[in-house]
């Protein structure tokens, strides 16, 4: 079964720090890239981070630049995401997904189940 699940998610008071995982399994992340989203409610799904698989070159959403940083470890078949400073308007649910750049845009072909994350005091 191929699938990706992310963990790491909780409740965190404002400044605090999580980091978010997305493992995979039933197929290796080292030929995909990897994004991060996230959904608030009422809100769409936005684009937080990507991690290209090639280079390694990562890109951020200007919202959470300089406070997240995406890694990935080929050896865990795992991709973090490490959230700082985190702010009452991160809180979503994150979801990890795995594809490749078609030419023009990313296709996403691979998607987690979601992780909450909650910033509140």
């Known amino acids: 079964q191929l699938q990706l699940v992310e963990s790491g998610g909780g409740l965190v008071q404002p400044g605090g720090s999580l980091r978010l995982s997305c493992a995979a399994s039933?197929?290796?992340?080292?030929?995909?890239?990897i994004g991060w989203f996230r959904q608030a409610p009422g809100k769409e799904r936005e684009g937080v981070s990507r991690?290209?698989?090639?280079?390694?070159?990562?890109e951020y959403a200007e919202s959470v630049k300089g406070r997240f940083t995406i890694s990935r470890d080929n050896t865990k078949n795992t991709v973090y995401l490490q959230m700082n400073s985190l702010k009452p308007e991160d809180t979503a649910v994150y979801y990890c997904?795995?594809?490749?750049?078609?030419?023009?845009?990313?296709?996403?072909?691979?998607w987690g189940q979601g992780t909450q994350v909650t910033v509140a005091s």
């Open positions: 039933g197929f290796t992340l080292d030929y995909y890239a």
């Open positions: 997904a795995a594809g490749n750049w078609s030419g023009s845009e990313y296709v996403w072909e691979y």
């Open positions: 991690i290209s698989s090639s280079d390694y070159s990562t």
